[in-house]
C-alpha cells in the first residue's frame, strides 16, 4: 500500500481520532501514515457494536413488558453476556440467569445489587432503571 | 512495547520491536469463545512479545500481578515516584478516552504509565490505540486493570529491572526471522500459522448462510475486525512486519529481506482486498456468499506459505 492509497474516509468510529497505518511513503520506504477511518473497518466495527444494541433494545422491551429484569438491559449496554456478567460479578451463571426474571430480581438484597452494580459499573440505585 | 524500551535509553521502533520478539503469527482457535465467536489473531499475545524481546536485547522484564486492587494501585505509584516508566495490562473496555465503539471487554490490552499528576491524582498514559497521551482518573484505571473474565489482567504491571541493550544484529534478526518461519509453516498444531487459514476457510464453508445470515456475516466480519481493528498498522500486521524486514535488511546488509519486505506488502494489499470484499457482502452490496471468501483466504495462505519459504531460506544464508 502506498501512502497515498491509505483511506482517508472519516469514519465515526474513530470518535475524531486517527490511526496509524504502515505504508510506503514518498521516499520509498515504508513509514507510518495517518488514517482518518476505512469503510471496511467500519463496517465490522460498526457490526459488532450493533449487535449489543439490539440485544440491548429487545431486552429493554422485554422489561417493559415485565417479562425481563432490568439486570438483562444493563447486561447488554455493558456489551456483556450472561456468562461475562457471572465472572465479572462473581455470581454463578445460573444465578445470573435466575436474577435476569423480574420476580426473583425485585427481591435482590441490596449486598447483591451492589455487586452487580459494581460489575457493570453503575450507581446501584440506577439498577432499577431500566431505560 | 517498544516505547518502554526506547524510554530505557534503547532507540527501537515499533516494527523492530515487533519483528525482534517473532510476534507475527496467525492463530485460529474455535474452542475458546469470545461472546460466541472464535478467538482469531495475527499476532501474538504481548507477554510473549515481552518475553520474546529480552533475550535479544539482554534485560528482564520484571512483572507483577496482584489479589487486591488497592495493593496494585499502590505499587503503581511507588513505582511512578520513583521515576519508572510502568507497563500494564488493562481491560479496554473501562477506558474512558478509548472511543465508544472500540470498548469491548477485551482484557488484553496494554498500554504505558509515565506519570502521575499530583493534585487530581490523574494517571499520566500513552496508548497505542490513540496517538497523543492520555490522562486518566485513578478509579477508572483500577477498575481497567483489575476486570475480570477471559484473560483477567489481575492488575498486571511490567518493568525492565535493567537496561537493555542494542543487539548483536547479526545473530538476533536471522533467529527470529527463523523463529517466525517456523511457527508459521510447521507449528504441530493445525490451527496455527498458515495451516490455520485452511481451518478458517473450512469454517465460512460451514456458515448457515441461507439459514442464518446474520450470524453467518457477524462470522465473517469477527476475522476482520481482527485483522484490520486490532493493533497498528492494519493488514493482520503483515505491513507492520513488511517495515520491520526493511529496516533488518538495512541492519544485516542483506538486500534480499528487502525484496520479501516488497513481497509482504503485496500480500498486505490481498488481505485489505479481503477485507473489502467482506465488507461489501456484509452491506449486502454483494451476495453473501462466504464460499467466495474462504477460496481467497486458500490463495492468501498459498501466498503466505511462499512467502514463509522464502523468508526461512534468507534467514538460514549468512
Redesign the interface.
Known amino acids: 500500500m502506498n501512502a497515498d492509497d491509505v483511506p482517508q474516509e472519516g469514519s465515526p468510529t474513530y470518535g475524531g481520532h486517527l490511526k496509524a497505518v504502515y505504508a510506503r511513503t514518498d521516499d520509498g520506504r515504508l513509514g507510518l501514515v495517518q488514517s482518518r477511518g476505512w469503510e471496511a473497518e467500519e463496517t465490522v466495527t460498526r457490526q459488532a457494536v450493533q449487535v449489543f444494541e439490539e440485544l440491548a433494545a429487545n431486552a429493554l422491551e422485554r422489561v417493559r413488558a415485565g417479562k425481563s429484569s432490568p439486570l438483562e438491559a444493563h447486561m447488554y449496554r455493558a456489551r456483556m453476556d450472561i456468562a461475562l456478567l457471572a465472572q465479572a460479578s462473581g455470581f454463578w451463571r445460573w444465578q445470573v440467569r435466575r436474577h435476569l426474571r423480574p420476580t426473583v430480581f425485585a427481591r435482590l438484597s441490596k449486598t447483591l445489587r451492589a455487586r452487580y452494580a459494581e460489575a457493570l459499573g453503575i450507581a446501584t440505585d440506577q439498577l432499577d432503571i431500566a431505560d | 512495547m517498544s516505547a518502554i524500551v526506547r524510554h530505557y535509553g534503547l532507540p527501537l521502533s515499533e ?1 523492530m520491536a515487533f519483528g525482534l520478539s517473532s510476534a507475527l503469527t496467525f492463530a485460529f482457535l474455535p474452542f475458546i469463545k469470545l ?2 465467536l472464535p478467538l482469531v489473531s495475527y499476532r501474538m499475545p504481548p507477554r510473549t512479545i515481552i518475553r520474546g524481546l529480552q533475550k535479544p536485547l539482554r534485560f528482564s522484564m520484571h512483572t507483577e500481578t496482584f489479589r487486591r486492587p488497592e495493593d496494585g494501585m499502590v505499587r503503581l505509584n511507588e513505582l511512578l515516584d520513583a521515576g519508572q516508566v510502568v507497563g500494564l495490562q488493562v481491560s479496554i ?2 477506558l474512558p478516552f478509548i ?7 477485551f482484557n488484553a490490552h496494554n498500554l504505558l504509565a509515565y506519570g502521575r499528576d499530583e493534585a487530581s491524582g490523574d494517571y499520566l498514559l500513552s496508548d497505542p ?3 497523543e497521551p492520555v490522562r486518566c482518573a485513578s478509579a477508572d484505571l483500577a ?1 481497567a486493570r483489575f ?4 484473560l483477567a489482567p489481575k492488575g498486571l504491571l511490567y518493568y525492565p529491572s535493567n537496561a537493555p541493550q542494542e543487539p548483536a544484529w547479526e545473530r538476533a534478526i536471522p533467529a527470529a526471522l527463523r523463529k517466525t518461519s517456523q511457527i508459521m509453516l510447521r507449528a504441530p498444531l493445525p490451527f496455527i500459522g498458515v495451516k490455520g487459514f485452511a481451518w478458517v476457510a473450512r469454517a465460512f464453508e460451514r456458515l448457515p448462510t441461507a439459514a442464518n445470515p446474520q450470524a453467518a ?2 462470522y465473517i ?2 476475522l ?2 481482527m485483522q ?2 486490532i493493533g ?4 493482520g500486521f503483515r ?2 512486519y ?2 520491520f524486514l ?1 529496516e533488518a535488511a538495512a541492519l544485516t546488509a542483506r538486500p534480499a529481506l528487502a525484496e520479501l ?1 516488497a513481497q509482504l ?1 503485496e500480500i ?2 490481498f488481505w ?1 482486498e479481503f ?2 470484499a ?2 461489501r457482502m ?2 449486502d452490496r454483494d451476495p453473501l456468499d462466504p464460499a467466495h471468501l474462504a477460496t481467497l483466504l486458500r490463495a492468501q495462505a498459498a501466498r503466505e506459505k511462499t512467502f514463509f519459504t522464502e523468508l526461512d531460506k534468507a534467514a538460514r544464508l549468512s
Not at chain 2, 472511543?99 to 471487554?105: A, G, I, K, L
Not at chain 2, 476486570?147 to 477471559?150: I, Q, V
Not at chain 2, 497498528?232 to 493488514?235: A, D, F, P, S
Open positions: 516494527p461472546s460466541g473496555f473501562w472511543p465508544q465503539d472500540f470498548r469491548f471487554h490505540v490513540l496517538e477498575k476486570a475480570r473474565g477471559l456475516k457477524l466480519g469477527h476482520i475486525r484490520e481493528e497498528t498498522g492494519g493488514g505491513f507492520m513488511a517495515a526493511e519486505a506488502v498486505g494489499d485489505r477485507a473489502l467482506t465488507a456484509i452491506r
